[in-house]
């Protein structure tokens, strides 16, 4: 069930996988799961048994004497009704239980992953409150569930074993007056004895069919979530131009991006500028099909991305995020990445090339040092650079840089553009870009605002043309000439 699930969210659209928060997949993943094989491996086989053991020992009394059978039996009802009144009273409380429980998941989730930002800046306070709250809200859930299902527990434990309650004063009776056998008598208080303990074994085994219930249902959300549909075509197309052609988009009925078209010819620059959020980035996406256009098509050469399998799109495109994520393996696997199936040798020229080679001989192991989670023991600068040695490797005819070096200082920045100029040699590149400077050279730039291309053309003519572009390229200009005086600024002070 664990590997279905994982090949079900490699299937289905990022966008759908990433409204779930990383509390709810783990916990679906592990517990949901584990659950499910607790409840089948254990449940189903144990009660059957007790099922049946208890039908066995009820008819022999039966037929042994039917008087002792019914008074065997007579405290039944009493355990029955404390039962139901928990089973019902369980089924009111079962969905809160379970939102507490997937609330403070997430909440450990994110307090675990955020520890670093959280002591930055100083929110330990407000963020354990967050933290222990929704623990405190969790542990207040169970336990109110708890103390009123003691009770009615505690009621029928005690009265299911209790059959030789009646029976045993009313078989006295019958011995004594001669119509019940001394034989009869002790085969009757057997058996009933032997009544009480299948029975709350089975009565015990009940509420973890609701439970079942609602584990399925859980999983069942994901396996219904809508899934890519792949194509059939398998070779990688000579002409390698990208057109989009009145491409509409939206997130969940939000809309996103409005009839945008544009060609991004072979061994060419288009650069997407514009403000946070206004659609570059899922243009990007869009490519590679982390998601599927609502309206129009993206094409590669003359066919539509939607008609190629996975696996050639993904070797027709290399795709590097500004958002990079290293495995916790070594430095020479996690480039390898790119193609598994390429030498040492070919790792350590494509490094070179992402200007990484350096500070990777610098490490302890060198290539076979291991990154940690998410490669958390390099900069933020050398994982971006192993991402590009990656995405060099590779060598697909279309490379996609979606803000490769936002997050970079600019001594690491030109090292980045030093190594993406080593990638881009005869390829057909789109790059999102939010420093102007980098894409003064670009064969077109496209000015997007709200979805929207509201300019289009190379940095001299939307200069002229675009007061909108010529007024981001101010801002740029300024932003430049401050970052400029604050570095002579701590020259002169140092």
Same mark, same amino acid.
């Given at each position: 069930?664990?590997?279905?699930?994982?090949?079900?969210?490699?299937?289905?659209?990022?966008?759908?996988?990433?409204?779930?928060?990383?509390?709810?997949?783990?916990?679906?993943?592990?517990?949901?799961?584990?659950?499910?094989?607790?409840?089948?491996?254990?449940?189903?086989?144990?009660?059957?048994?007790?099922?049946?053991?208890?039908?066995?020992?009820?008819?022999?009394?039966?037929?042994?004497?039917?008087?002792?059978?019914?008074?065997?039996?007579?405290?039944?009802?009493? %355990?029955?009704?404390?039962?139901?009144?928990?089973?019902?009273?369980?089924?009111?409380?079962?969905?809160?239980?379970?939102?507490?429980?997937?609330?403070?998941?997430?909440?450990?989730?994110?307090?675990?992953?955020?520890?670093?930002?959280?002591?930055?800046?100083?929110?330990?306070?407000?963020?354990?409150?967050?933290?222990?709250?929704?623990?405190?809200?969790?542990?207040?859930?169970?336990?109110?569930?708890?103390?009123?299902?003691?009770?009615?527990?505690?009621?029928?434990?005690?009265?299911?074993?209790?059959?030789?309650?009646?029976?045993?004063?009313?078989?006295?009776?019958?011995?004594?007056?001669?119509?019940?056998?001394?034989?009869?008598?002790?085969?009757?208080?057997?058996?009933?004895?032997?009544?009480?303990?299948?029975?709350?074994?089975?009565?015990?085994?009940?509420?973890?069919?609701?439970?079942?219930?609602?584990?399925?249902?859980?999983?069942?959300?994901?396996?219904?979530?809508?899934?890519?549909?792949?194509?059939?075509?398998?070779?990688?197309?000579?002409?390698?131009?990208?057109?989009?052609?009145?491409?509409?988009?939206?997130?969940?009925?939000?809309?996103?991006?409005?009839?945008?078209?544009?060609?991004?010819?072979?061994?060419?620059?288009?650069?997407?500028?514009?403000?946070?959020?206004?659609?570059?980035?899922?243009?990007?996406?869009?490519?590679?099909?982390?998601?599927?256009?609502?309206?129009?098509?993206?094409?590669?050469?003359?066919?539509?991305?939607?008609?190629?399998?996975?696996?050639?799109?993904?070797?027709?495109?290399?795709?590097?995020?500004?958002?990079?994520?290293?495995?916790?393996?070594?430095?020479?696997?996690?480039?390898?990445?790119?193609?598994?199936?390429?030498?040492?040798?070919?790792?350590?020229?494509?490094?070179?090339?992402?200007?990484?080679?350096?500070?990777?001989?610098?490490?302890?192991?060198?290539?076979?040092?291991?990154?940690?989670?998410?490669?958390?023991?390099?900069?933020? %600068?050398?994982?971006?650079?192993?991402?590009?040695?990656?995405?060099?490797?590779?060598?697909?005819?279309?490379?996609?840089?979606?803000?490769?070096?936002?997050?970079?200082?600019?001594?690491?920045?030109?090292?980045?553009?030093?190594?993406?100029?080593?990638?881009?040699?005869?390829?057909?590149?789109?790059?999102?870009?939010?420093?102007?400077?980098?894409?003064?050279?670009?064969?077109?730039?496209?000015?997007?605002?709200?979805?929207?291309?509201?300019?289009?053309?190379?940095?001299?003519?939307?200069?002229?043309?675009?007061?909108?572009?010529?007024?981001?390229?101010?801002?740029?200009?300024?932003?430049?000439?401050?970052?400029?005086?604050?570095?002579?600024?701590?020259?002169?002070?140092?």
């Amino acid at each position: 069930m664990r590997k279905r699930l994982a090949d079900k969210l490699r299937k289905m659209p990022l966008g759908h996988v990433q409204k779930y928060r990383h509390g709810t997949l783990k916990k679906n993943f592990v517990e949901s799961i584990e659950e499910m094989e607790l409840i089948l491996a254990h449940a189903i086989p144990e009660g059957i048994s007790n099922l049946l053991t208890f039908f066995i020992v009820s008819i022999t009394l039966w037929i042994v004497d039917w008087r002792m059978a019914l008074f065997a039996m007579a405290v039944m009802p009493i %355990g029955i009704i404390a039962f139901g009144m928990m089973f019902k009273d369980g089924m009111k409380r079962m969905g809160p239980y379970y939102r507490a429980s997937e609330e403070m998941n997430e909440n450990i989730v994110e307090y675990i992953s955020g520890m670093e930002v959280i002591k930055v800046f100083n929110q330990t306070t407000s963020s354990y409150d967050k933290y222990r709250t929704s623990v405190s809200h969790y542990k207040e859930t169970a336990l109110e569930w708890y103390k009123v299902s003691w009770n009615y527990l505690s009621v029928y434990s005690v009265i299911f074993p209790s059959t030789l309650l009646f029976l045993l004063p009313a078989g006295t009776w019958f011995y004594v007056d001669g119509s019940l056998t001394t034989s009869q008598f002790v085969l009757s208080i057997l058996l009933a004895m032997s009544l009480g303990i299948p029975l709350v074994r089975l009565v015990e085994f009940m509420p973890l069919f609701p439970n079942l219930q609602q584990k399925v249902q859980k999983i069942e959300s994901l396996f219904a979530e809508p899934e890519l549909v792949e194509g059939s075509l398998k070779n990688i197309p000579a002409d390698c131009s990208v057109s989009y052609d009145g491409v509409s988009f939206a997130y969940e009925d939000k809309p996103v991006l409005h009839q945008v078209s544009f060609t991004a010819s072979p061994r060419s620059i288009t650069a997407l500028v514009g403000e946070s959020g206004a659609g570059k980035s899922t243009l990007a996406k869009l490519l590679v099909r982390f998601w599927d256009v609502s309206e129009g098509q993206i094409r590669i050469g003359d066919t539509d991305v939607r008609d190629f399998t996975f696996e050639t799109l993904m070797n027709t495109v290399s795709y590097v995020s500004q958002d990079v994520f290293l495995f916790n393996t070594t430095i020479m696997e996690n480039i390898r990445m790119g193609k598994p199936d390429a030498s040492d040798e070919e790792v350590i020229a494509m490094a070179k090339l992402a200007q990484c080679h350096e500070f990777i001989l610098e490490t302890e192991k060198g290539y076979n040092t291991l990154v940690g989670d998410a490669g958390d023991k390099l900069s933020g %600068g050398q994982r971006q650079r192993i991402s590009i040695a990656r995405a060099m490797i590779k060598n697909a005819p279309i490379v996609v840089l979606d803000e490769a070096t936002s997050a970079t200082d600019p001594e690491n920045e030109d090292r980045i553009q030093a190594a993406l100029n080593g990638l881009i040699q005869n390829k057909t590149l789109i790059v999102i870009a939010h420093r102007l400077s980098t894409i003064k050279e670009a064969d077109q730039i496209i000015l997007l605002e709200e979805g929207r291309i509201a300019a289009q053309g190379n940095h001299e003519s939307l200069l002229s043309t675009s007061p909108a572009y010529r007024l981001m390229w101010e801002a740029h200009r300024d932003s430049l000439a401050t970052d400029l005086h604050s570095e002579e600024g701590r020259h002169f002070h140092a």
